[in-house]
Nanobody, 125 residues
Framework: QMQLAESGGGLVQAGDSLTLSCRAS????????VAWFRQAPGKEREFVAG????????WRADSVKARFSISKDIANGAIRLQMYSLRPEDTAIYYC??????????????????WGQGTQVTVSS
């Protein structure tokens, strides 16, 4: 049973940067796609970015493509989400998720088996 733990959230100002990390215990990310989703207050959870650990394929939502990057932190067996030029609308709980979606379904929440508890990101204006 894989367990996920997110870290790195916090309160920042608009324009700042923040890096989130997702680590697994009980298993490794090999063979899986690891994704970040977020849920803002009063909104549905949405896909942010995903990375296929073994192949290195990367996907990002259009709303963050120019500002967020997702990458492997091989030394720590983790996935990083680097967020730049943060905006108040990026305020949300950010969740790490693991599954084996096909490429066309990488943004589909139901394709992910394991979820972290989430980490809060708050961007003040």
């Amino acid at each position: 049973q894989m367990q996920l733990a997110e870290s790195g959230g916090g309160l920042v100002q608009a324009g700042d940067s923040l890096t989130l990390s997702c680590r697994a215990s009980g298993s490794t990310f090999a063979g899986y796609t690891v994704a970040w989703f977020r849920q803002a207050p009063g909104k549905e959870r949405e896909f942010v970015a995903g990375l296929r650990w073994s192949g290195g394929n990367i996907w990002r939502a259009d709303s963050v493509k120019a500002r967020f990057s997702i990458s492997k932190d091989i030394a720590n067996g983790a996935i990083r989400l680097q967020m730049y030029s943060l905006r108040p609308e990026d305020t949300a709980i950010y969740y790490c998720a693991v599954g084996r979606p096909i490429a066309s379904a990488v943004a589909t929440q139901g394709m992910y088996y394991y979820w972290g508890q989430g980490t809060q990101v708050t961007v003040s204006s």
